[in-house]
């Protein structure tokens, strides 16, 4: 499944990988994505892949490539939060091209992620 990280300033997007995310799991994650796009040409995201993360099915790593690659010009800055090796290996040598920033932060570094995701869009946010 996928959860949406609450109280994330305005421009900012959060979703969280918990247990197994298949395709369907994106059916929320896409609304919030277009709604922010909408009210900002550009958005930040956050994306962890944490502890209580398990893994995908073939269709949720589509889905989550396809997200992804279907928005890349829009996206100013992205976290991605993560100890798994997998996606740390593909972010360090693919991460050169998507366009804006792209940083990547170990799972202790949650809320340093959360700091630099939001920097510059007004107020402080608290922790996921």
């Known amino acids: 499944m996928i959860e949406l990280i609450q109280e ?3 421009g900012v997007v959060g979703i969280e990988a ?8 994106y059916s929320a994650v896409t609304p919030v ?6 009210a900002h040409k550009k ?3 956050i994306h ?8 995908f099915t073939t269709g949720g790593m589509w889905q989550d490539g396809r997200l992804g690659l ?12 993560t100890d798994l090796d997998t996606v740390r290996t593909l972010l360090k040598r693919g991460g ?9 932060f170990s799972n ?10 939001s920097a510059g869009l007004g107020h402080a946010p608290t922790s996921p």
């Open 43 to 45: 958005i930040r995201l």
């Open 96 to 104: 050169w091209t998507i366009p804006g920033e792209t940083r990547l």
């Open 8 to 10: 994330l300033p305005d």
């Open 18 to 25: 918990v247990g197994k995310v298949t395709s369907d799991d």
């Open 33 to 38: 994505l277009e709604s922010a796009l909408a």
């Open 70 to 81: 279907s928005h890349a010009a829009s996206f100013e800055r992205i976290a991605v939060v």
């Open 48 to 55: 962890i892949l944490g502890d209580r993360f398990t893994g």
């Open 108 to 117: 202790a570094e949650k809320d340093e992620a959360v700091t630099w995701v």
